[in-house]
Every structure is written in C-alpha cells, then in structure tokens.
C-alpha cells in the first residue's frame, strides 16, 4: 500500500469514528510513525496529537523496532483509552494492569517520563511511556512490550503464531537470572523473562522443533529457577495423574522431572 492510499486510510478511520463514535479518542488523534537514526537497525518514535481535546497529555514510544510498531499503536490505545475513560496519568506515575486479557499471568508495567522531545506540534504535554521505574533517557520500553506480546501469544492457539511473537520478545529483553522469590506480585512482573521463554520452549516443542523448545526452557529455567521449580512440581503431578504424556514419550516431561530432581537436591 502506498503513502496516499495509507494516509487516506488514517483520514477515513477518523471520520468514522467521528461520525460513530464521536467520544472515542481515536476520531481526534494523530499517529506519527517517524524513523530514527539507529545504526544497524529501523527504530521509529511512535507519538500521537489531539488528546487536548480530553483534558490528558499526548504519549509516545521511541526506538520502536521496526517489527513492532504495530504492538506501539496497540499499547498507546490501551493508555489513551484509560486515560480518556477513567483518569489522566501524570509525569512520573506508574502505571499497572492488563491490556490484553483479565487472565494474563504477565502484568503490563510502565512510567510515564515527561518528554523532552520538540517537534511534537500541538503544544500539549507528550508524556513519553518507558519501563516501570525506567528513567526518561531508558528509551524503549522493551520489558512493557515483552509482557504485550506473551500476553498477546497467550490468547492463540497457533504455535507458529506464538513463536513468532515470543521469539520478538526475547530478542527485544533476553532477560537474565533472577533471584525472585514466590511472592505473586513478582511473578507478575515476569522476573528474567521467564514466561516468555518458557511459551517460546512449549511453542517450539508443539512444532516438531524440540532442540529449539528444550534449550528455550533450559533458559527459563537459568532465568528464575523458583519459577521453574514451582511450574515443575505442577506439570509433575499432572504427569504422575495421567494427565501428560509421561517421562519416557515426551522430552518435556523429562525435563520438568530433572528440573523438579534438581529443585529437590537430587
């Protein structure tokens, strides 16, 4: 599609909403998808005008990787969203929930930095959106978008479709080894990544590619061995009961029995 047919898109898409849906925020805004300079790979800053006519500051995402900017949009409509139906988020506030789905074991975590960003046209605050307790100059929120897009993979049933996004996700936060311990709100701030990396090992498992799938969780395991102990002695009883394939059939259940054998001290 060509730069007019797209631009006509975004004109179309904002007159129906208008039209439709006149509350919506997405009739009022502006996107911009603009490229920075990043030697060796596209990075855009994602950032959005018109939410002065709600009251609220602007938003934007920069160093978006270039296979990402479509997860941007999703992320600041989530925000924008919140922001239009519920309360304004303010420089230097944080920010936690679930934007896919209530069921979500990784929480969407970020602060809001005031941006220091010229350019942005409307004269209205932009507030720019990083990882949670992150400074402004962190740059891409790359722990947020992980967490976007395992909860995004946890809602198909498509392993192709999960590896694809899981492997974004640990490319964008490989993560590395945690000392979290069982208290549930640090599971939900997915220490080490280790969630990602276990969907990316089950996923690759479920396609024929074991190799890929076992090293994947042996760094799930490297990531938050607690994680891996407790999700061990789950998917361990539900072998014990019938439920999985056992040890001898499946090189997963031989896993989780070694990583269930080494949590034990055995």
């Given at each position: 599609?060509?730069?007019?047919?797209v631009?006509?898109?975004g004109?179309?898409?904002r007159?129906?909403?208008?039209?439709?849906?006149?509350?919506?925020p997405?009739?009022?805004?502006?996107?911009?998808?603009?490229?920075?300079?990043?030697?060796?790979?596209?990075?855009?800053?994602i950032?959005c005008?018109?939410m002065?006519?709600f009251?609220c500051?602007?938003?934007?995402?920069?160093?978006?990787p270039?296979?990402?900017t479509?997860?941007?949009?999703?992320?600041?409509?989530?925000i924008l969203g919140?922001?239009?139906?519920?309360?304004?988020v303010?420089?230097?506030?944080?920010?936690?929930?679930?934007?896919?789905?209530?069921?979500?074991?990784?929480?969407?975590?970020c602060?809001?930095?005031?941006?220091?960003?010229?350019?942005?046209?409307?004269?209205?605050?932009?507030?720019?959106?990083?990882?949670?307790?992150?400074?402004?100059?962190?740059g891409?929120?790359?722990?947020?978008f992980a967490?976007?897009l395992?909860?995004?993979?946890?809602?198909?049933?498509?392993?192709a479709?999960q590896?694809?996004m899981?492997?974004?996700?640990?490319?964008?936060?490989p993560?590395?080894?945690s000392?979290?311990?069982?208290?549930p709100?640090q599971a939900?701030?997915n220490?080490g990544n280790?969630?990602?990396?276990?969907l990316?090992?089950?996923?690759?498992?479920?396609l024929?590619?074991e190799?890929?799938?076992?090293?994947?969780l042996?760094?799930?395991?490297?990531?938050?061995p607690?994680?891996a102990?407790q999700?061990?002695?789950?998917?361990?009883?539900q072998i014990?009961?019938?439920?999985?394939?056992?040890a001898e059939?499946?090189?997963?259940?031989?896993?989780?029995?070694?990583?269930?054998?080494?949590?034990?001290?055995?």
């Open positions: 599609m060509g730069v007019l047919p631009k006509l898109h004109v179309l898409v007159l129906f909403y208008r039209i439709f849906a006149p509350s919506h997405r009739g009022w805004l502006d996107f911009h998808c603009v490229g920075e300079d990043s030697p060796g790979e596209e990075r855009y800053w950032h005008h018109g002065e006519r009251g500051p602007d938003l934007e995402i920069v160093d978006v270039h296979d990402l479509g997860f941007a949009h999703g992320i600041m409509f989530e919140y922001m239009k139906g519920g309360k304004k303010l420089p230097d506030e944080n920010m936690g929930g679930c934007f896919v789905s209530q069921h979500q074991t990784v929480l969407h975590l602060t809001f930095r005031l941006s220091d960003r010229e350019g942005n046209g409307s004269g209205n605050k932009t507030l720019r959106v990083v990882d949670q307790g992150a400074p402004l100059e962190s891409f929120p790359a722990k947020l967490a976007h395992h909860a995004l993979a946890s809602t198909v049933k498509d392993p479709k590896v694809d899981m492997e974004k996700a640990v490319r964008i936060h993560g590395e080894a000392s979290a311990s069982g208290d709100n939900e701030e220490p280790f969630f990602c990396w276990e990316l090992g089950n996923a690759c498992c479920d024929g590619r190799d890929d799938g076992l090293r994947a042996r760094t799930a395991r490297d990531r938050w607690w994680g102990a999700t061990a002695k789950a998917i361990c009883e014990e009961q019938g439920n999985l394939p056992p059939k499946d090189a997963r259940a031989r896993f989780w029995l070694e990583t269930r054998r080494l949590a034990d001290g055995l």
